[in-house]
Each structure stands twice: as C-alpha cells, then as structure tokens.
T-cell receptor, first 114, second 113 residues
Framework: SQTIHQWPATLVQPVGSPLSLECTVEGTSNPNLYWYRQAAGRGLQLLFYSVGIGQISSEVPQNLSASRPQDRQFILSSKKLLLSDSGFYLC?????????????FGPGTRLTVT | GQSLEQPSEVTAVEGAIVQINCTYQTSGFYGLSWYQQHDGGAPTFLSYNALDGLEETGRFSSFLSRSDSYGYLLLQELQMKDSASYFCAVSPGGAGNTGKLIFGQGTTLQVKP
C-alpha cells in the first residue's frame, strides 16, 4: 500500500530564517506530487506541482520554491520566511498515469512564522 | 480565471440530510471532486464526478451538471463524526495527466445532537 510522509509536524521559525519541508511517498512509482498551503479556516492553495524528477510547475509567485530530487521526494524551501508564510502546508500525491483526480494527502506541517 | 463558490457554513441535526452546493467557473473542465477535512487533519477524498448525474457511495452522494457548472454533495443520516469541512475541487482544462486540482474555500458542517 502507498503511504505519504511529511515532516516536521509543527515548526516555529523567526522571520527571515530559511525553511525546508520534506515529503516522501512510498509504495508507488512516478507519482504526481503537490504542495498546498492552507490558511486558518480557508481552502487549499496550490503552490507547486511536479509530474517527474526535476519538473516543477509554480502556481503562485512568492518567496517559496520547490524541488524534486528523487522520484518520490518533494521539498518545499524558502531562503527567508515572511510572516505571511505561516499556515498549514500539505503535500499530496496522485498516480502519474493520469485519468484519476483523487489526491492523497500527507499529515501536514503547521508552520508559524514569528 | 477560475473560481469555485460554496457556502461557508452549514448546520444540521443528527440523522438529517444536508446538501452542500458548489458552482464553478473554469477555463476547461474535466471533473468535480469532493474532499472531507476534520479539524487539524488532512483532507481525504470522498467522490469524483466526470459526467452528469448522481454518484452514490454509502451515505454520501455527489451530483454534477456540466451545463450548469454546478454540483453538490449530499450527506444522509448525518452523524456527529460528519462534522468537518467539505471542499469541492475542479480538474481544470489542460490538467492532462498532472491530476491538478483547484479547491474551493470549503464549507464547515456542524452536526448537532
């Protein structure tokens, strides 16, 4: 069976500090991968998605970046965090074969920028 | 642009039926999905409609009208554990095999005893 891992679960970082969130998927090959951010009481904002190693599509211009160094690894980064970067960050995957729009979400990282 | 509209809050009593509506505007459309998210948790998939009509999965049903750019999620025999946020999501044109989704802002369902 497939599982998706995210860490850390919670993170408190000062403004201006760097960020690195990691997401890994097990039990599947060549998944599509996604990073979302969710503000309190709001919907999910798609930040980045990837259909393969090194292939990153950015949905929202911001001070965040994403990388996919391995097939089942997706990393969200920032060089300098802003207060507005606070939120609940969710990683998700879907089968890379297409024809399905079911996404499977990781447990999320709750980031507070102080 | 792309947008989805759904009510922000719905309240119902245990055992009742509730309908959560979703209207969308997208440039191209493959289908409409529904996700459930309990407070503090991750969203989980409930249903997907690509064609017009009703899809039933246990107590939950989902409906789509492509001509009206409209869908709804129907929850029957409500239970306290159904208290959660419900999101509609569209697969926009050009999504291809990316599986990309655009989510609505969510509807918070409160089930009362």
């Amino acid at each position: 069976s497939q599982t998706i891992h995210q860490w850390p679960a919670t993170l408190v970082q000062p403004v201006g500090s760097p960020l690195s969130l990691e997401c890994t998927v097990e039990g599947t090959s060549n998944p599509n991968l996604y990073w979302y951010r969710q503000a309190a009481g709001r919907g999910l904002q798609l930040l980045f998605y990837s259909v393969g190693i090194g292939q990153i599509s950015s949905e929202v211009p911001q001070n965040l970046s994403a990388s996919r160094p391995q097939d089942r690894q997706f990393i969200l980064s920032s060089k300098k965090l802003l207060l507005s970067d606070s939120g609940f960050y969710l990683c998700a995957w879907s089968p890379g074969t297409g024809g399905t729009y079911e996404q499977y979400f990781g447990p999320g990282t709750r980031l507070t920028v102080t | 642009g792309q947008s989805l509209e759904q009510p922000s809050e719905v309240t119902a009593v245990e055992g009742a039926i509730v309908q959560i509506n979703c209207t969308y505007q997208t440039s191209g459309f493959y289908g409409l999905s529904w996700y459930q998210q309990h407070d503090g948790g991750a969203p989980t998939f409930l249903s997907y409609n690509a064609l017009d009509g009703l899809e039933e999965t246990g107590r939950f049903s989902s409906f789509l009208s492509r001509s009206d750019s409209y869908g709804y999620l129907l929850l029957q025999e409500l239970q306290m554990k159904d208290s959660a946020s419900y999101f509609c999501a569209v697969s926009p044109g050009g999504a291809g095999n990316t599986g990309k989704l655009i989510f609505g802002q969510g509807t918070t369902l409160q089930v009362k005893p």
